[in-house]
């Protein structure tokens, strides 16, 4: 049967795909932009040990990170990312709870990307000598038009983002390129350079072995080097499949976001090596420190210092561009993934849908979070990277518990190992920084608040997407072409003979029905009452050779009774009647009971449904309660 009563929303017609390498081009300008920071971070915190630490995590991320999000790509290819993996292992309100955190999580690393990288572009900007007298002391002003300037283009249109990163992207790395082949170039000149170097290393740590233990005990604070990964599964539904590609088995799309990731991968890591390697060798200590000129800077101050002035500007105009510009990677991950779960859950308005309203908050979102931190890199930095390294472990152990489930020993042990790395890394992390956990719990707390408070106020709400009528309910609907359908709701108990004779004894007596009218029985099984939207399948039947009953199985016994009456008055354009007993208990116990169970007190808040689904009294079914 069609479909008679849609729910809140409507599909949004679909994008037509982008080449993989376009796409990797936004989920980079997140993952590649960090360039513009991560070496200095990376000499901050292991000083002459940096190139090493950065070889560990260049490990971690082609033996870890790398082949999790391949697995992600493969079992998760809509969007969702290993948050949708998660899910699907839980249920009822902690399955919906479970994902809310995760959300929480999602939302700081994605939204502290947004402010960040404006921040740091802002500090770029700043620190550039020609700018630098001009601009002191208005990084907040700067970051703010950065976010609204980010906001404005995805107004605009997601394919005016795409572009616009391709162009940027691709600047940024040929620059860098030139940078990095230019300090190389240098180390190679000068060669007592290498050798200061590793006699340094030798003085303060002793041995090899003694180096590697320390690489292996600060690379943790690098891991802001791993970012990146789950936007890129974020954004897969924008990758262009096959022409044969279904939504159910879209091989091409899965097929170019492994390429995307790999790629990616293989190419930050390259320059990762690299970088820390250069910026180490030929940058004065003290210059990565608070107040030097390569702090937060480290390759522009390089590309000013070997390249010259006017190269140095190029350089710092394309990384202020792409910091500017990484967060259209974040944004285009919020846009893809909470859409998907808030409004689904009935914890988001009807509009949470739409792209240009969920723009507006979102950047009104990234201008208090600005105003908040007073457009501070630094302490923005512990947020950033526990809302990463959170991410990346729970895909580790999503992708473990999905190899276990296909039987494929190999992999679980591999995964688990690797879940192991990560779960260690974002222990470190946290104790080092807890910060970052403290701000990803307001952002939990936030979303957890605006999710219930949404909840309750669409609580009444029809929220069915479709009824469905099999062909015995097909047939008993039709039998009311022209009188009115009476319904009583029963709470299906045994089942047997007595349940029904005496219940419709009881229904006839108190609600003073004449013998001659028949009367049809309507139960509904509770299945999750944490689900908001649902289909609904009515099944019909005749038992004991002389009731009548339509089944129907709901996540909330009201909404489901009101979209069937809605149902029976359309088809037989005559207005049916439901009968109730009233249920025994404390009222606000009882709505409880609705909200969270899908029960509670059925017959005044099938009528609520009612009221709100059918405005006009004239066409409203009608509700009876005995």
Known sequence: ????????????????????????????????????????IAALAAGLVSPLATIVLVLVT?????????????????????????????????GKLFVLTLLGFAATDFMITITLSAA????????????????????????????????????????????????????YLVLNVVVVANGLWHVLKAPHVFHDWTNALTAE???????????????PKLALGLSGFETGVAVMPHIEGDPDDTEARPVGRIRGARKLLTTSAVIMSCFLITTSFITTLLIPADQFKTGGQANGRALAFLAHEYLGSSFGSVYDLSTI?????????????????????????GMAPHWARAVRPTVIVLTLIAFLVTWIFDANVDAQGGAYATGVLVLISSAAIAVTIAARKAGQRNWTIGFAV????????????????????????????????????????????????DVVLDGTAERFVRDYQHRPMRLIANEPNSRDLAEYRDKLRQMREDNDIPVEDDLVFVEVTVLDPSDFEAELTVRGEVLHDRYRVLSIQSSSVPNALAALLLLVRDVTGQQPHIYFEWTEGNPFAQFLR????????????????????????????AVHVG
């Open 594 to 621: 609705f909200f969270l169970f899908g029960q509670g007190e059925i017959a005044p808040v099938t009528r609520e449904v009612l009221r709100e689904a059918e405005p006009d009294r004239t066409r409203r079914p």
């Open 321 to 345: 561009a792409i910091l500017w510009f990484a967060g259209a990677s974040a944004m285009a991950g919020l846009l893809n993934l909470m859409p998907r779960y808030l409004p689904r859950y």
């Open 1 to 40: 049967m069609a479909k008679q009563h849609p729910g809140p929303h409507a599909e949004a017609p679909a994008e037509k795909g982008q080449r993989w390498w376009r796409v990797m081009c936004l989920t980079g300008l997140d993952y590649f932009s960090t360039l513009g920071y991560q070496p200095g």
């Open 418 to 465: 690797i879940s192991a790395v990560f779960l260690y890394t974002t222990a470190v992390n946290i104790a080092e920084r807890p910060d970052g956990v403290k701000i990803g719990a307001c952002f939990i707390a936030g979303i957890m608040l605006v999710s219930f408070l949404s909840r309750l106020k669409r609580a009444f709400e029809l929220r069915v997407t």
């Open 120 to 171: 740091d572009a802002t500090a770029h900007l700043v620190e550039n000598p020609h700018l630098h007298s001009a601009l002191t002391g208005k990084q907040v002003l700067l970051t703010l038009i950065m976010v609204a300037l980010l906001g404005a283009v995805f107004l605009k249109g997601f394919s005016e983002a795409i572009g616009l990163a391709v162009v940027l992207v691709g600047v």
């Open 205 to 219: 740590h002793g041995n090899v072995v003694a180096m590697v233990g320390v690489a292996l005990i600060v690379f």
């Open 62 to 94: 082609l033996f870890g990170a790398l082949p999790v999000y391949r697995r992600v790509a493969q079992e998760s290819p809509h969007g969702e990312g290993s948050i949708a993996m998660l899910e699907r292992l839980l249920s009822f309100w902690q």
